[in-house]
């Protein structure tokens, strides 16, 4: 039912621009983020495979026809457009910046090109599908940035917003560098390494503590890590180390973790398990874990949960699709909207990366920028995808990179840092002789 | 692949559970939230529909029985698991609180008993699912307290956290007592009512801002809703103005709502529109609608989006699913964590509502609590329902009476006040003595 998964405004536009014979205009929007949250300093783009997806199999099944049909929104509306709704499949063209991308306010993630009623209908899903996959993905930036090279496993799909989010959450923490997930379907869906081993029901379901040890020992072998904090943590580590290889590691989710990661790095050391590694989970965030690391807890990896899952501190972006231009016949428009604080810049862009800052121009414009790459490039075409699309291993890669590149003050997660965005002449000047005529008719 | 949708660790230790011969012993587990997020006085259960849908349909493909095979952490596992594993299906009993129950920290949502590994792997999507919509229902309480009367309509799903998240979010809102949803999909699927008209893109996509209205007016007639701030907030009133009947109302997306609302329903009064509704919207949450009506805004109905559909200001609940008894053959256990500041209570439990207080005792003590209701009833008997689901609606005003019954102080927005939860005498003594011996074998 994906085509219906939108919000009705979207389709009670498309039956009006269908009645007003705007059907076949062309239309561009662009899908960009207002303003930074409190806490980031740059966006990572992510969700765009997921938006690919949508757009190569939209279509309206008859139940969802039949719907729409029987609400008094549509009684006005002719049988033309249903006939129409059941025949429509997505024939635009899409520009996006690579999933990975480092991304700042006013920049379009996204471009879509097509017929008006097409174009505008994706609004909803294509909102929500990358703006949820780009909050996670910046705030997994930063948990990864924190942790220094240790490696963040992504603990957070039991407080993900349903259970369709948490391989999606699982997948864009993946791509800005976490190690992999606990998330079996992201396993298998998205070939993301998946990590686990046992919950404090393990250790309750057994008699006693070391039987429970033992059980878990003779599965996992070398992949054991004990969850010691059931009872006590100081004595589940030192049952951990009395029972001695194999073992990967010990977990630790409640208490103070400077001071246990310490006495239990202790107890394993004193029992010869200086290769075992200390794992901690228990409401982690990028500054939790600089606040452990810079105190010297002796933590390899950091399991993170409900922080990362939901991006807690900033669980939405200001993430909009607006309608920059227009084509009806040998007419070409740019539009904008000027509402107080909530204006856009009229006509499809394109970005230009430079080493201390980013220039936004328009995207046919013959621009001086050719020294740098453009961020937004083609990824369907009439509706079919321009090349196959990259594995997510690959992009995390690039991602990992990207971010390494960034300016340092923009990797710092104690401190704003505002990236320098310009306009090109061209575009500061259209949003000006638009501002003063509403809407600029051209060529 | 809803089955593998859960957390990796869950499948380790069904595993385990089924190597050390544990898979029939008969667990009891526990959804409950821990604490209540720093906003909130009580929270409204929400989800379960979703999670009986889940239990009734549990089943692993063979794709994901291929993919666990796959993993280093399975290698040790035996062939009969992944055969035991492809005919497994729910078979358990479950309790829970009928959804729109107002519910304080601590007392089960919902308790899952039944076979070890069914009860054990299905922890992370009842999570998942039952915390979300929880997290989403309880926000929407605090909108519609503070909108007195007035309607709310849920507009997030752009917002929400992936796609599937919005039609679940406006499923949450409705139950609390908005009046509908803008997700199309979501008033198919739950016969929510949906609402919306036209955004900033409908009129840019004309020549005129009048253009664009006159023909929002030929395609919905009396259900006409002008969106009026695209270029100029009190010209596009005065236009609707201009334009007269039929029109059910102007919305306002941007500005200085108090000042723009007063003014339009002048502009509206004056053109003798007094009928004619005044629509808001631009990132409201519970507090800015108070402070609105407090203002003498001449307000009629409210879009909320962002802060619904995410909970913005608490988008996460610190929901945990715990083991709290557990049978093998004739002993039965109960069973408890001690972990610091993460303790849990042993024993089955069931919930008796007082005006002033709850009172949380064991399921099987013959309390002398008969004037109360008993909170938690059953749902499902050996994986079949007991009875049929009841519909959204009935279950909404449910909701919207037991939110009017309770006292005034927990139902206040903008003041914390805390419910008095007492432990059954029982309940107080079991707990005690359980941490005395860590895990207490009775029968």
């Known amino acids: 039912m994906a085509a219906l998964n939108t919000d009705l405004y979207e389709l009670t536009m498309a039956a009006g621009f269908f009645v007003a014979?705007?059907?076949?205009?062309i239309a561009t929007f662009e899908l960009s983020v207002r303003r930074l949250p409190a806490n980031r300093n740059f966006l990572i783009a992510a969700g765009l495979e997921q938006a690919v997806e949508y757009l190569s199999g939209l279509r309206f099944e008859k139940d969802e026809i039949d719907y729409l049909r029987s609400l008094s929104q549509f009684s006005r509306v002719p049988d033309e457009f249903f006939r129409y709704l059941s025949g429509l499949r997505f024939r635009g063209d899409v520009?996006?910046?690579?999933?990975?991308?480092?991304?700042?306010?006013?920049?379009?993630l996204l471009i879509v090109r097509g017929p008006l009623i097409e174009a505008q209908i994706v609004e909803t899903f294509l909102l929500s599908t990358i703006a949820f996959q780009t909050t996670i993905a910046s705030k997994a930036a930063r948990c990864v940035i924190a942790a220094q090279g240790r490696s963040i496993v992504e603990f957070g799909s039991r407080r993900a917003h349903s259970s369709g989010a948490g391989p999606l959450a699982a997948r864009a923490a993946y791509l800005s560098g976490c190690?992999?997930?606990?998330?079996?379907e992201a396993g298998l869906k998205y070939g993301i390494p998946v990590f686990g081993t046992a919950a404090h029901s393990w250790t309750m379901a057994f008699q006693t503590e070391e039987q429970s040890f033992r059980s878990l020992q003779r599965l996992l072998g070398e992949n054991t890590i004990y969850l010691v904090d059931t009872y006590d943590t100081l004595e589940g580590a030192r049952l951990a180390a009395q029972l001695g290889p194999p073992i990967l590691?010990?977990?630790?989710?409640s208490g103070d973790l400077v001071t246990y990661s310490r006495q239990v790095r202790q107890i394993l050391d004193e029992a010869g398990l200086r290769t075992t590694q200390i794992m901690v989970t228990n409401d982690l965030n990028e500054a939790r874990i600089a606040h452990l690391l810079s105190s010297g807890a002796p933590i390899d990896s950091f399991g993170v949960g409900?922080?990362?899952?939901?991006?807690?501190?900033?669980?939405?972006?200001?993430?909009?699709?607006?309608?920059?231009?227009?084509?009806?016949?040998?007419?070409?428009?740019y539009t904008?909207?000027?509402s107080d604080n909530k204006a856009t810049l009229p006509g499809a862009k394109q970005v230009y990366r430079f080493p201390d800052r980013d220039v936004m121009a328009l995207q046919n414009e013959c621009s001086g920028y050719s020294e740098a790459d453009p961020l937004l490039r083609p990824v369907l075409d009439k509706g079919k995808p321009v090349t196959s699309y990259p594995f997510l291993k690959e992009l995390r890669e690039n991602a990992m990179s990207a971010i390494q590149?960034?300016?340092s003050d923009l990797r710092r997660i104690d401190q704003a840092c505002q990236r320098r965005v310009d306009l090109s002449p061209q575009l500061r000047s259209l949003g000006d002789d638009l501002r003063n005529s509403r809407q600029l008719v051209t060529k």
Do not use: C, W
Request: no cysteine; aromatic share 6%.
């Open 336 to 338: 904008a909207k000027y």
């Open 95 to 108: 520009f996006a910046m690579p999933e990975g991308t480092p991304v700042f306010p006013g920049e379009p």
């Open 179 to 184: 190690t992999g997930t606990s998330n079996a």
């Open 249 to 253: 590691g010990v977990r630790l989710d």
């Open 306 to 333: 409900t922080e990362l899952s939901t991006s807690a501190d900033a669980p939405a972006l200001s993430a909009v699709y607006k309608l920059v231009e227009l084509q009806a016949g040998q007419s070409h428009i």
């Open 21 to 25: 014979g705007k059907a076949e205009e």
């Open 405 to 407: 590149e960034l300016p």
